[in-house]
Nanobody, 129 residues
Framework: QVQLVESGGGSVQGGGSLRLSCAAS????????MAWFRQASGKEREFVAG????????RYSDSVKGRFTISGDNAKDTVYLQMNSLLPEDTAVYYC??????????????????????WGQGTQVTISS
């Protein structure tokens, strides 16, 4: 059974930091692209950051660029999202996702959620002002 399990969410004050983790099991994602999405209450899900294991290329949304960093341990099938300088507008449920059709191309990681085959259950991040 393939699973993506997020952890590390919580509540912090604005300006603080959190580190999210996503552990994959059930299959290897070494040739995949992994990404973080988020969905705030009443809003659509949006791409946050992604990494293509095929070459290590990363992509960030403009809203988090310079504040968030995606990284991972390919051998452990684990991806992280280091979030610094958090803002109240970062409050959302954060989801980890895997795109198993990725290959060595700058097209990956993709930003559309529909391109990802596997999803975690999400972890809540709440930032107070």
């Amino acid at each position: 059974q393939v699973q993506l399990v997020e952890s590390g969410g919580g509540s912090v004050q604005g300006g603080g930091s959190l580190r999210l983790s996503c552990a994959a099991s059930g299959r290897t994602f070494s040739g995949s692209a992994m990404a973080w999405f988020r969905q705030a209450s009443g809003k659509e899900r949006e791409f946050v950051a992604g990494i293509n294991w095929n070459g290590g290329f990363t992509r960030y949304s403009d809203s988090v660029k310079g504040r968030f960093t995606i990284s991972g341990d390919n051998a452990k099938d684990t991806v992280y999202l280091q979030m610094n300088s958090l803002l109240p507008e970062d409050t959302a449920v954060y989801y980890c996702a895997a795109d198993i059709h990725a290959y060595a191309s700058l097209s990956y990681p993709r930003v559309a959620g529909k391109e990802y085959e596997y999803w975690g259950q999400g972890t809540q991040v709440t930032i107070s002002s």
